[in-house]
């Protein structure tokens, strides 16, 4: 009877391991299945991290019960060798240099239409926390700023973010592709602020999304040292998450009752969008490849590293934070649920670059400012146009 149930147990522990194996294996497909055709790779790229980690303590497990076993996990745990080298980064920690040392300095930004991280609506009458983040921008003094859900408020006057910007930080240069919104002139979108002089700005358009809108891109032509780059800011659909998701997604959390209704509406909702992230990455993916300069790309993808929109989009260029960051790299702290707040994984936020460009270093920071963290890279930069 116990060697029975001695063998019934390895059996299961096998089909459990095989199940997980199989799930971790698709995962590690997801960047290159489109989600226009496979719906589910949306939901795999969320699941790599843990996956991996289950995997692994599997391996673990069959080295102390039946060794020869671990080889299959081992060798399982091979095939997401790419897969994790977009997850962490390995370098060390070390100080980022406030002196940029003649480097090329961008930050990206979403910063929620300057919303307070405990609050969820928007009021002009708190500027407070556009303070916060000013605060930011001239302790790190970028030369370049890439926003996203960035808002103009012409009823400030000289505080409207826009005119702060240009006027008082010395940013003279803007392209803000803005949509307006409620009934005073406030207008939001993409922005990118620079001090370099530029030869070139413009906006491009998504195709319309039967979800909502993504914000327009924004590019800039600028001018550094003898050469011309092109700055693209980028926003991918947003998954429009309200309290009515948030709450489905708690009460899954914390094994309570749940609609079922709610949840198809919510497992819907993020299929859609995922399907947008393909098609948007893809568009602006494109609108990349007929740039004549060289490119940085900096935004909020709304989706993971191991992601066809991550894939897409990062194509050959270098992920700043995987040349000189440090660990997981989670760029978003949800407001709303408590669930995703917790989540060590949501690296959402880039900065790539072409191979012209060398990383100096990275960092990430603002915490509780805004439910992004702002991200950092500086570059040196070898001479481009002939």
Known sequence: MIKFIKLFSVRLLMLFNIIAALLFVACCLAPRMHPKDWWFTGFLGLFFPYLFVLVFLFFILWLFIRPSISIFSLFVLLAGIIPFSVHYSFHLNSDFTIDKHESLRVMSWNVRHFVPFDEYFFNENKVENQRLVFDQIKKYNPDIICFQEFISIPSLGKSNPISYLRHDLGYKYVQFSGENIYDGGEKTGIAIFSRLPIVNKGEISFPVSTEGSAENTAFLDVKYQQDTLRIYSVH?????????????????????????????????????????????????SNEIKKSPYPVILAGDFNDVPNSYAYAALKGDMKDGFLEKGSGIGATFTSATSSFLRILPTLRIDYIFSDKIFTPVQFIKGGKGISDHAFLISDYSFSHANN
């Open 236 to 284: 991918l659909q947003s998954f429009g998450f309200g309290n009515r998701e948030y709450k489905v997604i708690d009460e899954l959390n914390k094994d309570e009752g749940y609609d079922k209704t709610e949840s198809i509406h919510l497992l819907k909702k993020m299929r859609n969008t995922f399907y947008w992230h393909g098609v948007q990455s893809d568009f602006i």
